[in-house]
């Protein structure tokens, strides 16, 4: 449990603790500590740069950006499958070690194809409990209880693969919520979607209880679901705010290629 | 595994290789352009022949050691008249790519895979002849495991009667057999797990794609 | 799975500069002409020409060595053996451990003829872009369907292994053990490795389906599969040359090993 | 040449014809003529039921509906990959024989990578003219034209597989309009599309010259791009009218489960 210097902690919340805070690790809601990250490829050009971001537990933030702005390679680090080249992560202040499984981030694909691989919908939820270790009750228990979360019980005996497109997208994510993740990472989540499945996402996400991270190109979406926002472009956070005042930005939206939503313009 | 390198064979097993495999691709292709629309499936057997060369590169860990599936009984039942052609290519790209088998060798390994699969295939589908109820879970687990294993075994086989016939040695006849049988039997797990893999894989397939399985009449 | 080896096509050399169809003709010639050498003496003027067609390449020695390393440790496990099991005239004895004159004669030619093949193959694909190569095979006479077959495994073939990718990526984050990781077999892994391959195999299987419908729209038949955009370049007399020279030789080391082996030394 | 009684024709352009109009077919701005169009898979409920359509040459009619409605069929219908159950096809008063290739019609896939399927980028844009039969010559110009006008000229030698997905949608139509279509018809063009390629895309299309239909979830897309649009629901076009004035409609949107899109909201 090291306590990175650099991550900067909001109101360490040890009222209960009686002994002197120097000695003690104060218990954070500081969800994600990010410091100083840097990631590049062998003899590429930076995909990310000096990046500093701290998320608050239980905040929803939106990410939004051109392809190749660092989205997608941002969310492979906070979860551990990629290494930085330098900087730190730390998940509740414990430090992300590359390769490490943490049940508590759960990262949503952008194509669900790619994670959904069982014969039944209820095999493919139960995949990562088993992964962990439970017993088969709580398996279950889990598996029921993320069917329901997601509306797909009647699902359940179901090949994922035949299944429509925003169905398939809600398994995924109850294969996610069954480990129980207190962070949830969301790539692209509207990409493939219709309007419908794209409203019953909206009213989903609104309700998780999850920290939420959404890197998306439907800025509509984001300013619906989001309370916090950053702009990245090019390896870096170039922007830092509420949804709307980014956004909202005409001069800052077209510096970086961007348009303001319908939504916020007059 | 199962590849024969460039090098160890003389250059007649190269040759009577490349005969058998040629003559074997030829048949298929005349079969092929009998077909109504023989175009139709050169997507479908090239993307298959990219799918089953990515697929027995996954390693699969059984401890202590980790293990590469062949999937040649499989690849026959999937792919019909296709599958010397896709033996060919697919293993032609494992040649120059990854350094499995050799050029000098393709024809060899392909005839070597090939027909330990087509065998498999033939023998997957006598299912149909031999039961009333030849999609029965059973059916598939039991004739899926054994067309698994006949690829593998008989593929093994194939390549120790090759290496150990054709590699200049001082050894007599009967201490070769005994190394051949040794070396085939030495196979009986790693045929036992592939036959297991192949009955999951085809259950599996049976149950979300089985078009994948009985598309031929 | 590092899956490019015509990375260095595009330097020049007289190797690079020759005639696509007739570099195959030539090299393939000498290829197999090499895996008819079965007497020893044969093994100097082997390496030899190897060493000269390599030089001429320019292609990185570490390149090489790269490519060899692998197939090179698998040959070495089957051979390995003989010269402690083949053979009557001992050489060498340590204990138990005898090393026999015949077996090490064997792995020698063994070893050589691999190392030429292999060089030559790397010398012939490594200095042409692949679909040079295989346009030219084309030509020669590959059957359209083969042809069509493997331009569009090549092209399908890195999207697939990245779907895997992305798929085992996706099971990790979800707990799955990786190799390293799991010290004991359970049933329920390998049921999940076989999910995951049918999952790669049913994805193949249905992209094909609209691969076929976009080639059909754009006019793909029966009458005239072409996937290859035929068009050699002009045959210069260099070009012929080479070929000339490479097929003389390769006659010469077939004719040379048979002589050889007929008259024993 | 049969010409169908039901297609309405509008004002036939045959002044230059002295012979009497009715014993020759009169040349029509008929680009579609679709009658009584019904789809269906076997022992499936109906993907397509008694679809009247006629689209005049140089229309750009937007689809909407949800997944499922029949858009991606009626593509395919469109452009003979499948058979229809009932009813006629027209495209230039010729009825579309199912399996016959017509290049005057392109359709651009959802995942451009289903349809860029040669090695290499000129070798994919050259596939099509060369199964048109046409002269070598006759080749090279068409590749070059169609890599000038999608602005690809600088990637002519690369392998599809390593572009960005902007570049391999841009590819793939160029590959389309080398075969010189008076059609086309684009499935979800803005899925996978980051702002900067979207708006390249609108850019694109307002200036083409080919009759378009586009069917997409992008309602704002299919407002800067589209003249005319159609409601789909359930097998059935449900709407016909100007995109302004269906997707403005808020009864009618709310209907079909649609929402109205912001810049029409006041």
Chains 1, 4 share one sequence.
């Not at chain 2, 039942?77 to 697919?90: D, K, N, Q």
């Not at chain 3, 060899?68 to 451990?97: A, C, D, E, K, N």
Request: with cysteine; proline share 6%; glycine share 8%.
């Amino acid at each position: 449990m090291n306590y990175s210097e650099t991550s900067p902690v909001k109101a360490p919340m040890n009222a209960q603790n009686n002994l002197p805070s120097a000695i003690v690790t104060p218990p954070s809601n500081t969800a994600i500590a990010v410091t100083n990250l840097c990631f590049s490829y062998p003899d590429k050009p930076e995909v990310l740069q000096e990046i500093h971001l701290q998320v608050d537990t239980g905040d929803r933030l939106g990410i939004i950006g051109h392809n190749g702005c660092g989205k997608t390679t941002l969310f492979l680090l906070l979860c551990g499958v990629l290494t930085p080249t330098a900087g730190t992560i730390h998940l509740f202040d414990e430090p992300v070690i590359p390769g490490k499984f943490r049940p508590e981030v759960g990262l949503l694909f952008q194509d669900p194809d790619d994670q959904l691989f069982a014969a039944s919908v209820q095999d493919d939820i139960a995949f990562a409990p088993q992964n962990m270790g439970l017993l088969t009750e709580e398996v279950e228990q889990r598996v029921e209880q993320a069917l329901t979360l997601t509306g797909m019980e009647s699902l359940a005996d179901r090949p994922p693969h035949h299944l429509s497109g925003g169905e398939k997208q809600m398994v995924a994510i109850a294969g996610l919520l069954a480990m129980r993740p207190q962070i949830m990472l969301y790539d692209e989540p509207t990409a493939n979607l219709d309007l419908r499945a794209r409203r019953r996402l909206i009213q989903f996400l609104q309700q998780s209880q999850e920290t939420l991270l959404v890197a998306s190109h439907d800025l509509e979406f984001i300013l619906e679901v989001c309370d916090r926002a950053i702009l990245m472009s090019e390896a870096r956070i170039v922007a830092t705010g509420t949804p709307a005042s980014i956004m909202g930005n005409a001069d800052l939206m077209h510096t970086y290629g961007l348009e303001v939503p319908y939504s916020l313009r007059r | 595994m199962v590849h024969i390198p460039d090098g160890i064979l003389p250059a007649s097993v190269c040759v009577g290789g490349y005969a058998v495999t040629g003559l074997a691709t030829w048949y298929s292709l005349r079969q092929i352009s009998r077909q109504k629309d023989p175009t139709q499936d050169i997507p479908k057997a090239a993307l298959m022949t990219a799918a089953f060369f990515v697929a027995s590169s996954v390693s699969i860990p059984i401890p202590p050691a980790s293990v590469h599936f062949i999937l040649n009984g499989l690849m026959g039942t999937v792919l019909g008249y296709y599958t010397f052609p896709a033996m060919l290519v697919g293993l032609f790209f494992q040649a120059v790519m990854i350094g499995h088998g050799g050029l000098t060798t393709l024809g060899v390994n392909a005839a070597m895979m090939g027909i330990p699969a087509l065998l498999a295939y033939h023998f997957f589908r006598s299912r149909y002849r031999l039961f009333n109820h030849p999609n029965a879970r059973w059916a598939i687990s039991v004739f899926g495991f054994l067309a698994g294993a006949i690829g593998l075994g008989l593929a093994a086989g194939i390549f120790y009667v090759l290496v150990v016939i054709t590699i200049p040695s001082g050894f007599d006849l009967a201490t070769e057999r005994a190394a051949i049988t040794g070396l085939t039997l030495a196979h009986l797990p790693l045929m036992i797990i592939e036959g297991v893999f192949t009955a999951m894989l085809m259950l599996f397939l049976w149950r979300v794609k089985p078009d994948l399985l009985e598309r031929r009449g | 799975m590092r899956m490019t080896f015509d990375q260095y096509a595009h330097l020049t050399s007289p190797i690079h500069r020759w005639e696509p169809r007739l570099k195959l003709v030539g090299i393939a010639a000498l290829i197999f002409a090499f895996a008819a050498v079965s007497d020893l003496r044969m093994l100097m003027p082997m390496l030899g020409v190897t060493g000269l067609l390599f030089g001429l390449s320019r292609l990185p020695g570490a390149f090489l060595l790269n490519r060899l390393r692998y197939p090179g440790y698998f040959l070495l496990g089957i051979v390995l053996v003989l010269p402690f099991l083949s053979g009557q005239t001992v050489i060498w004895q340590w204990g138990w451990l005898t090393v026999r004159q015949e077996g090490v004669l064997a792995m020698a030619l063994v070893a050589c003829r691999f190392l030429c093949i292999m060089t030559l193959t790397i010398v012939l694909l490594g200095t042409t872009p692949f679909l040079t190569t295989i346009k030219a095979m084309r030509s020669l006479g590959l059957p359209a369907t083969l042809t069509d077959m493997t331009l569009l495994t090549y092209r399908y073939l890195y999207d697939i292994a990245e779907m895997l990718a992305t798929m085992q990526q996706a099971m990790r984050l979800r707990g799955f053990r990786s190799r390293s990781q799991s010290k004991r077999f359970r049933r329920k892994d390998l049921q999940q490795f076989a999910t995951l391959t049918g999952t790669l195999l049913i994805r193949s299987y249905e992209q094909s389906e609209r691969v076929y419908k976009a080639m059909r729209l754009r006019g793909y038949n029966a009458q005239k599969p072409n996937l290859d955009t035929t068009q050699t370049g002009r045959v210069m007399i260099w070009d012929r040359f080479g070929l000339a020279a490479s097929l003389s030789t390769a006659i010469g080391f077939v004719v040379l090993n048979l002589f050889l082996t007929l008259t024993p030394a």
